[in-house]
């Protein structure tokens, strides 16, 4: 056992012992080691590859060290259909069977038909990746784009018919050309581990769409390759995903995998039982003395990441996919419970943690937390510790609110609830939740994700409308910091519409223009709608699938994305890599100054005044590998229109205009605006300039 008090051991969860797991292809034949420390015989199964409920052969694994089982056979062959079956006693919580047919939890590749369970596939993973490198899009300059990989294809018109919904379409040029288009630098795809939908769902006629509910954590989903790589079997499968990976890396596009280690689709006592349950229950999830789960995920089971065999078992798909498929990072469907320790409490020195950040093979790619989980203790923002970085919810949150909750309860109330202080904190970095050794790029900031409303469903409902999913409106989440702006759902009503796109604008242009690492849901940039359901995981239709056909206010919209994507590019202060300290001689980061609408230096009062919620922020790159830059970003939180004295600031002579919130069309930038020059600020607007 990994000791859970200590930081990462990696004599423990590096044993050589542990090495090799899986099935190695070689002259003649393969080997196979499978691990359950609690078994009695370990038995591999070989199928018929034209019938797979028909088996050819069954041999005994023999026991070696710390668990591991292993067999040296010709049977083992590319293409070769197998399964494990395992025996042992079902005291101290085991559940095995050896009458079950379980998945091999390192099989590369996995097929289905008939009346068979899942079978694992000795896959042969040689590809040709032509001199090919990742990107490494340094971190100030990525901006992630969360989709996925059926969605985002399957109603494409540029996309060919047979491609719609493949691993080979999300590459294809009209993909890649819009990828580029809009500015975005990594592509984060939803899960695509092999993944299969909860037999709920298909009782109800749905499915798991967005594939949270991994079979294996090394096999690629099937379902998203082209029909002919799937006929030809998952060899070309992988070698589709690969394709995807490297004409992606050709374009200078990175490939982010959005992973679920935290459970697996076994769900609770009584689910499937397809791997992990019947090799080792008891070492790979987490249980009480009695066998009872402890389930910290809301999914039925809690991967079980203080033994190191499920540790590594997590440890070893991470750098297969790194450096086998060459993907350039990854973000962990919640992250905080792979850091439960034995006791089940998180510690971001948790060995599995520590050896994600300190391993060799992993050092170069991004490592992205959902840093919550739903057990005690699960909200960790801010806490995971250096080398990672977070999705920041607080920031979330507080631009919502900012933006549309508040303006709802000032409508109601005369004024907002709160002043201008917590919005600029997040628009400056979340200094407040992430320490000045992590910095700014620790946060990675959104408004919106898969989960919960779409960008233009925020601004459009003020409740969620999640009966389609089956569950009588019980999930999805109830707090949602929404705003309808005066109507639920669809209207003709002009004046709200208007409103709602300013209100779209402004979302997009904090997300943006914030310091931090952004990252933008798919289809935001073109407003597109769920109809109201902010939990559609059970939907694989055109609720779900991108629209591809805009009306020309969704074509502004995407502009105005495009727009704000540039000027991140351009300037570098809207890009800080470390917080600016005040006793520095020569500051290293951006520094950052804040002034009210009358051009003057913010005064306590105007931080916290609910009535004062407009703010004039500089801030001022320190030259390290681009040029100086200065801009002053200008945001006015009221529904009533002011006037406001541009600042008088040193070395400052005049401000150029590259963005505002108010158009409904961007403009051409390069208006000049001189200090002590008044600007109007619409109600609810923003205003980006350059400062020179």
């Known amino acids: 056992m990994v000791n859970p008090k200590t930081t990462a051991d990696p004599a423990g969860l590096l044993d050589p012992a542990l090495d090799d797991l899986g099935v190695t292809l070689h002259d003649g034949g393969g080997t196979l080691r499978v691990w359950s420390q609690a078994a009695d015989s370990v038995e591999l199964v070989v199928f018929d590859e034209g019938d797979l409920d028909w088996s050819i052969a069954a041999e005994p694994l023999q026991r070696q060290a710390r668990g591991v089982w292993q067999i040296d056979t010709e049977l083992l062959r590319p293409g070769t259909r197998y399964a494990v079956r395992v025996a042992g006693s079902t005291a101290a919580g085991n559940m095995f069977n050896p009458q079950t047919l379980l998945i091999e939890p390192y099989s590369k590749g996995l097929v289905s038909g008939g009346f068979a369970d899942w079978r694992s596939v000795a896959v042969d993973t040689t590809f040709d990746w032509g001199g090919v490198r990742k990107p490494r899009v340094p971190l100030d300059r990525t901006v992630l784009y969360e989709g996925h990989v059926k969605g985002m294809t399957k109603r494409h018109p540029g996309v060919p018919a047979h491609l719609h919904g493949t691993y080979a379409g999300l590459a294809h040029p009209a993909m890649i050309e819009h990828f580029l288009d809009l500015g975005v630098t990594t592509i984060e795809l939803l899960p695509i581990h092999a993944f299969a939908s909860e037999p709920r769902l298909l009782q109800l006629g ?115 996919w790194a450096d086998e498929v060459q993907v350039d990072g990854f973000r962990f469907d919640l992250a905080v419970t792979l850091g439960r320790d034995a006791d089940h409490t998180f510690t971001p020195e948790h060995p599995l943690l520590r050896a994600i950040i300190d391993d060799p093979v992993l050092a170069d790619v991004k490592k992205i937390a959902e840093p919550w989980d739903v057990g005690m203790g699960g909200w960790q923002t801010g806490n995971m510790g250096q080398g990672w970085m977070e999705w920041n919810d607080r920031y979330r949150d507080r631009v919502r609110n900012f933006w549309l909750s508040d303006i709802d309860y000032a409508r109601r109330a005369s004024t907002a609830p ?10 400056a970095g979340s200094s407040n939740t992430f320490s000045a050794e992590r910095g ?96 559609a995981y059970c939907h694989d239709s055109a609720l779900t699938w991108l629209p591809w056909q805009h009306a ?53 009062e105007r931080w916290t005044n609910p009535a004062h919620r407009t703010l004039q922020y500089v801030a001022a790159s320190t030259p390290e590998t681009e040029a100086f830059n200065r801009i002053l970003l200008v945001v006015h939180g009221n529904e009533s229109p002011i006037d406001v004295t541009l600042p008088d600031v040193p070395g400052v002579t005049r401000y150029v205009s590259l963005w505002t919130s108010a158009e409904e069309v961007p403009s051409e930038p390069g208006s000049v605006h001189v200090p002590g020059g008044i600007v109007p600020m619409a109600a609810t607007s923003m205003h980006l300039f350059r400062a020179e």
């Open 206 to 320: 749905l499915c798991n769409y967005w594939g949270y509910n991994s079979l294996n954590f090394f096999s690629p989903h099937a379902e998203y390759a082209t029909e002919a790589a799937r006929r030809e079997g998952p060899d070309a499968v992988l070698r589709e995903v690969k394709g995807m990976v490297k004409l992606l890396h050709e374009a200078g596009l990175e490939v982010v995998l959005d992973v679920v280690y935290n459970h697996t689709a076994e769900e609770g006592i009584g689910g499937p039982r397809t791997s992990l349950r019947g090799l080792d229950n008891r070492a790979y999830y987490r249980q009480t003395e009695d066998g009872a789960y402890i389930d910290v995920t809301g999914c039925g089971n809690s991967l079980n990441t203080s033994t190191d065999a499920a540790a590594r078992l997590v440890l070893d798909s991470l750098r297969y």
């Open 552 to 604: 020309p206010w969704q074509e502004d919209l995407y502009a105005h994305a495009r727009r704000l994507l540039q000027v991140r590019r351009d300037n570098p202060a809207l890009r800080p890599i470390r917080f600016a300290r005040p006793d520095e001689a020569i500051p290293s980061a951006s520094v950052m100054e804040w002034y009210d609408e009358h051009g003057d230096t913010m005064s306590g």
């Open 440 to 535: 700014p790029l620790a946060g990675v900031n959104f408004v919106t994700a898969h989960d919960g409303f779409t960008l233009r469903d925020l601004v459009s409902y003020d409740v969620k409308h999640n009966l389609g999913n089956g569950e009588q409106g019980r999930d999805g989440a109830d707090t949602n910091r929404s705003f309808n702006h005066g109507t639920e759902g669809p209207t003709d009503d002009e004046w709200i519409l208007a409103t709602r796109r300013k209100a779209m604008r402004n979302l997009l242009g904090t997300l943006l223009l914030s310091a931090g690492v952004p990252m933008l849901t798919a289809g935001d940039e073109f407003g597109r709608s769920q109809r109201g359901n902010n939990n």
């Open 418 to 427: 709160v002043g201008i202080g917590g919005f600029a904190t997040r628009l």
